[in-house]
C-alpha cells in the first residue's frame, strides 16, 4: 500500500487506516464481535493499513483492550493512534484535561494497548475547564518521556458545537495556534467526507501549510456513503444513528442522489468497484498529507477500503463529486 507520512516527524503509515470504533463502540452489534473484529485488526496489517485509530473512551477502555490483543504479537507492524480527555460517565461524556489526569490515562492506555509507546496521543477534545496550553504541556511531557512519539489534536464539536459550514473549525483552529506554542502539532483528525466537506474549507489548508498530517474521521459517512444502509430499515436503540438527523428514513432517501454519483464514478473504474472506495480515494485525493481511518470490524471491509487506495480518480471524478448535491439533515 502506498505510504503517506504524518507531521514534522515524517511518521509513515499506510494511506488508508483502520478506524477501531465500531468494534467496541457507537454502533449496534459493536460489543459482540471480539473474535470478528480481532481478524480484521489483522487483516488490516497484512495489508498495510498501519495506522489504528482508537481512543480510552471507546467501549470505555475495551477497544484499546481489544487492540492490546494484536499489538502483543504484532507491535511492529502497526502505528498506534489514541485519544485521551473525553469520560464516559453514566448520563453524560465530560471532557477532563487536567495534566495529572491525561498523564495517568496515558500510563493506563500503554497497559490496556500492552505497547510502551504510542505513536499518536491525541486530544480528544480540550477540557473548558482548563486552558488548552496546560493540557498539551502534560502531553509534551509524555514525549519527552518517552511514552507517546507525536501529539495530535481532535477537532473540536465537529458535530457538537453544531455549526456547519463556513466557520465550523475556527474554535479548533484557534486551538491549534495556542498548542502550537507550546509543541509541535503532529496530526489534526477531523470528519471529512463527501457529504461533510467543511473541513476542505480552512482546516485542511491549516494542516497541508504546516507539514501537519490530516486524519480523515468518519469518511464513510457512518456507513451511508457506501450505498449498503437501506431508508427505512432503521437502527438499534444502542446505535448512535438511530438518534442522527442524518438518518432518518427521510433524509436517507433525500440523500441517496450522493450515493449514485459514488455508483457512477465507481462504476468507470470497473464492475468490482464500489462506493465506499470511491468515497475513500475522494479523501485521499485531498491531500497527500490526508490519511482517511474507516471503521469497520468486518474483514471484508477492511480488505474493500484498504484496495481504495490504489484507485486513483481522474479530473473528471472529482469534478463529478464535487458537483453532487449537498448533504441534506444538519447534524444539530
Ligand atoms: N476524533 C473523533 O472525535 C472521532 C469521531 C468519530 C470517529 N472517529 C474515528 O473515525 C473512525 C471512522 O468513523 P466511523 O467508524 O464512525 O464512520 P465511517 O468510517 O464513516 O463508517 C463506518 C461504518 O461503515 C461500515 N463500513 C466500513 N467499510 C465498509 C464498506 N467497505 N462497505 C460497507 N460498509 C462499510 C462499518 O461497518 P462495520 O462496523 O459493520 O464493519 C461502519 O458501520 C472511527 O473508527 C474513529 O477512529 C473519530
Given at each position: 500500500?502506498?505510504?503517506?507520512?504524518?507531521?514534522?516527524g515524517?511518521l509513515?503509515?499506510?494511506?488508508v487506516?483502520?478506524?477501531c470504533m465500531?468494534?467496541?463502540w457507537a454502533?449496534s452489534?459493536?460489543?459482540?464481535?471480539?473474535?470478528?473484529?480481532?481478524?480484521?485488526?489483522h487483516?488490516?496489517l497484512?495489508l498495510g493499513?498501519t495506522?489504528?485509530d482508537?481512543?480510552?473512551m471507546?467501549?470505555?477502555?475495551?477497544?484499546?483492550?481489544l487492540?492490546?490483543?494484536v499489538?502483543?504479537?504484532?507491535?511492529?507492524?502497526?502505528f498506534?493512534?489514541t485519544?485521551?480527555?473525553?469520560?464516559v460517565?453514566e448520563?453524560?461524556?465530560?471532557?477532563?484535561?487536567?495534566?495529572?489526569?491525561?498523564?495517568?490515562?496515558?500510563?493506563?492506555s500503554?497497559?490496556?494497548?500492552?505497547?510502551?509507546v504510542?505513536?499518536?496521543y491525541?486530544l480528544?477534545?480540550?477540557d473548558?475547564?482548563?486552558?488548552?496550553?496546560?493540557?498539551w504541556?502534560?502531553?509534551?511531557?509524555l514525549?519527552h518521556a518517552?511514552?507517546v512519539r507525536?501529539l495530535?489534536?481532535?477537532?473540536?464539536?465537529a458535530r457538537?458545537g453544531r455549526?456547519?459550514?463556513?466557520?465550523?473549525?475556527?474554535g479548533?483552529?484557534?486551538?491549534?495556534?495556542?498548542?502550537?506554542?507550546?509543541f509541535p502539532?503532529?496530526?489534526?483528525?477531523?470528519?471529512?467526507?463527501v457529504?461533510?466537506?467543511?473541513?476542505?474549507?480552512?482546516?485542511l489548508p491549516?494542516?497541508e501549510?504546516?507539514?501537519?498530517g490530516?486524519?480523515?474521521?468518519m469518511?464513510?459517512?457512518?456507513?451511508f456513503?457506501t450505498?449498503?444502509?437501506i431508508?427505512?430499515?432503521?437502527f438499534?436503540?444502542?446505535?448512535?444513528r438511530?438518534r442522527?438527523?442524518?438518518?432518518?428514513a427521510?433524509?436517507?432517501?433525500?440523500n441517496?442522489?450522493?450515493?449514485?454519483?459514488?455508483?457512477?464514478?465507481?462504476?468507470?473504474?470497473?464492475?468490482?468497484?464500489?462506493?465506499?472506495?470511491?468515497?475513500?480515494a475522494?479523501t485521499?485525493?485531498?491531500?497527500?498529507h490526508?490519511?482517511?481511518?474507516?471503521g469497520?470490524k468486518?474483514?471484508?471491509w477492511?480488505?474493500?477500503?484498504?484496495a481504495?487506495?490504489g484507485?486513483r480518480?481522474?479530473?473528471?471524478?472529482?469534478?463529478?463529486?464535487?458537483?453532487?448535491p449537498?448533504?441534506?439533515?444538519?447534524w444539530?
Amino acid at each position: 500500500m502506498e505510504r503517506r507520512t504524518i507531521g514534522a516527524g515524517a511518521l509513515a503509515v499506510g494511506a488508508v487506516g483502520l478506524g477501531c470504533m465500531p468494534m467496541s463502540w457507537a454502533y449496534s452489534g459493536s460489543r459482540q464481535r471480539g473474535d470478528e473484529s480481532l481478524r480484521a485488526v489483522h487483516r488490516a496489517l497484512d495489508l498495510g493499513s498501519t495506522l489504528l485509530d482508537t481512543a480510552d473512551m471507546y467501549g470505555p477502555f475495551t477497544n484499546e483492550l481489544l487492540l492490546g490483543r494484536v499489538l502483543k504479537e504484532r507491535r511492529g507492524d502497526a502505528f498506534v493512534s489514541t485519544k485521551a480527555g473525553l469520560l464516559v460517565g453514566e448520563q453524560h461524556i465530560v471532557a477532563n484535561g487536567r495534566p495529572g489526569y491525561v498523564k495517568r490515562a496515558c500510563d493506563a492506555s500503554l497497559r490496556r494497548l500492552q505497547t510502551d509507546v504510542i505513536d499518536l496521543y491525541q486530544l480528544h477534545r480540550a477540557d473548558p475547564e482548563v486552558p488548552v496550553e496546560e493540557t498539551w504541556g502534560a502531553m509534551a511531557e509524555l514525549v519527552h518521556a518517552g511514552k507517546v512519539r507525536a501529539l495530535g489534536l481532535c477537532a473540536m464539536g465537529a458535530r457538537g458545537g453544531r455549526r456547519s459550514g463556513a466557520g465550523m473549525h475556527d474554535g479548533t483552529l484557534r486551538q491549534l495556534r495556542r498548542v502550537q506554542q507550546v509543541f509541535p502539532v503532529s496530526a489534526v483528525q477531523a470528519e471529512l467526507s463527501v457529504w461533510s466537506p467543511e473541513a476542505l474549507d480552512a482546516l485542511l489548508p491549516w494542516c497541508e501549510a504546516r507539514g501537519v498530517g490530516f486524519l480523515a474521521a468518519m469518511p464513510l459517512g457512518n456507513g451511508f456513503l457506501t450505498g449498503t444502509l437501506i431508508p427505512g430499515e432503521g437502527f438499534e436503540p444502542d446505535d448512535v444513528r438511530a438518534r442522527h438527523p442524518r438518518f432518518t428514513a427521510e433524509m436517507m432517501a433525500a440523500n441517496q442522489p450522493i450515493v449514485a454519483g459514488l455508483r457512477r464514478v465507481a462504476w468507470r473504474h470497473g464492475e468490482n468497484v464500489t462506493p465506499a472506495q470511491v468515497a475513500l480515494a475522494w479523501t485521499l485525493a485531498q491531500g497527500r498529507h490526508v490519511v482517511p481511518v474507516p471503521g469497520a470490524k468486518h474483514e471484508c471491509w477492511v480488505e474493500e477500503n484498504a484496495a481504495a487506495a490504489g484507485l486513483r480518480l481522474t479530473a473528471e471524478d472529482l469534478t463529478a463529486l464535487a458537483g453532487l448535491p449537498a448533504a441534506q439533515g444538519s447534524w444539530d
